[in-house]
């Protein structure tokens, strides 16, 4: 399985970006639960969203909740994070990851999938 994340960049305080992960396989219609972490410079990474594998049941870390929002589209066997109200401390480099085993977790171990990473930057 091969993810190819994309969507980020440059954007000013209060900015939307949204960020797209593509699974190589048919993993959406399969057993993948999606998650979405980011790392900011000097710090460990972060979970911010994960969506079950049936697509029933997101989470969000507190510090997007109400900001973020994941979503897949099956026929494009793509997972999105639209992320809205952006904040300089939503700088960092954000992640996508897939798993077959769980339902949901925020713990970046349990997920063995990765891909390679887009660059958020939330100016002041």
């Known amino acids: 399985v091969q993810l190819q994340a994309s969507g980020g960049g440059l954007v000013q305080t209060g900015g939307s970006l949204r960020l797209s992960c593509v699974l190589s396989?048919?993993?959406?219609?399969?057993?993948?639960?999606m998650g979405w972490f980011r790392q900011a410079p000097g710090k460990e990474r972060e979970y911010v969203t994960s969506?079950?594998?049936?697509?029933?049941?997101?989470v969000y870390s507190d510090s997007v909740k109400g900001r973020f929002t994941i979503s897949r589209d099956i026929a494009k066997n793509t997972v999105y994070l639209q992320m809205n109200n952006l904040q300089p401390e939503d700088t960092a480099v954000y992640y996508c990851?897939?798993?077959?085993?769980?339902?949901?977790?925020?713990?970046?171990?349990?997920?063995?999938?990765w891909g390679q990473g887009t660059l958020v930057t939330v100016s002041s």
């Open positions: 969506l079950s594998w049936d697509g029933r049941h997101a």
């Open positions: 990851a897939a798993d077959q085993g769980i339902r949901y977790s925020t713990n970046p171990l349990a997920y063995h999938y």
């Open positions: 396989e048919y993993g959406i219609r399969s057993t993948y639960t």
